[in-house]
């Protein structure tokens, strides 16, 4: 078996392990602060990613509206670092909001 040979099949292997929701989350998980940024991930961190919905959740309210203004900018960074255009929407949740 060639080296080739191997990478192909780990490159399909990879390719379906990421079809899965649950695969694209962990991804999300961790690349968020590199795609967004320092200043915006310590305010906020992903919580669900289902049907390509974000659903992020916000430290203060302070910074919801702020963070709503700049969802597109974000979903570009995001889908850039991704490589894949997963994320079509962020829904933006109070810390809060997520134990109610």
Known sequence: MSFRHVGNELQGLLSEW????QSRGLVLGRIWEDAVGEAVSRHCRPLVF?????????????????????????IRKINTALGKPWVRRIVWVLDDEVQA
Do not use: G, H, I, R
């Open 18 to 21: 990421m079809e899965k929701p």
């Open 50 to 74: 289902k049907d390509n919905v974000l659903t992020v959740e916000v430290t203060d309210l302070a910074w919801k509206p702020q963070l709503e203004a700049m969802s597109a900018d974000l």
